[in-house]
């Protein structure tokens, strides 16, 4: 089976701008999860999607926002875009709780 | 809620040595524990788990960790030291089904000596 896939795996924005990131789960997974890692911050839980309803949320600002489609894609999208947003953006999927996640290779975000 | 400690945030060991990597846990039910590695410009990649039954467990690679309730750790280890072992480490813990998201241990860089 093909792993996670994550596009575009590099991005530059400037700050104020928005930014959009897409994940294509492992086919027959229906969790997503979203993960945020930083130098400072480390890895953190965005969020998670199943059968296009979100079911848990971490603590991040309403600029973070995420949603699944019905073949189990989902994206992620960071509105106003601030300098502490850079980051690499992990997702992962798995069939349900409390299943393995599996990561994808990432998003490297820089905010200018 | 739960959280992960990594003792040690850089280890370096020589090629055929042991790795010995830190873990411990706090969690308010039962936890399911894991053991990620990632390469650099990659991925989190699953090395075990640990969901309930035999407390040790074998993983990819070599890596094996031990789950120990009365200490409330899941240490990492592999008996001998390749050179494509060099990586950061990530313990993490999750409640299970009651609560899906993983909590991540801040890292261990993991260096081999030739």
């Known amino acids: 089976k093909a792993g996670v896939t994550q596009t575009p795996r590099y991005l530059i924005k400037t700050r104020g701008q928005q930014v959009t990131l897409s994940c294509s789960p492992i086919s027959g997974h229906r969790s997503v999860s979203w993960y945020q890692q930083t130098p400072g911050q480390g890895l953190q839980f965005l969020f998670e999607y199943f059968s296009e309803t979100q079911r848990n949320k971490g603590n991040f600002p309403g600029r973070f926002s995420g949603r699944q489609f019905s073949n189990s894609r989902s994206e992620m999208n960071v509105s106003t875009l601030e300098l502490g947003d850079s980051a690499l953006y992990l997702c992962?999927?798995?069939?349900?709780?409390?299943?393995?996640?599996?990561f994808g290779p990432g998003t490297r975000l820089t905010v200018l | 809620a739960q959280s992960v400690t990594q003792l040690g945030s850089h280890v370096s060991v020589s090629e055929g040595a042991l790795v010995l990597l830190r873990c411990n846990y706090s969690s308010s039910v039962p936890p399911y524990l894991f053991w990620y590695v990632q390469y650099p410009n990659q991925g989190l990649q699953l090395l075990l788990k640990y969901t309930t039954g035999a407390t040790l467990v074998k993983g990819i690679n070599g890596f094996e960790a031990e789950f120990k309730k009365s200490e409330t750790s899941f240490h990492l280890t592999k008996p001998s030291a390749h050179m494509s072992d060099a990586a950061e480490y990530f313990c993490a813990v999750s409640l299970g089904a009651n609560d899906y998201k993983l909590s991540f241990g801040a890292g261990t860089t993991v260096t081999v000596r030739a």
């Open positions: 992962a999927s798995s069939q349900d709780r409390p299943d393995t996640q599996y």
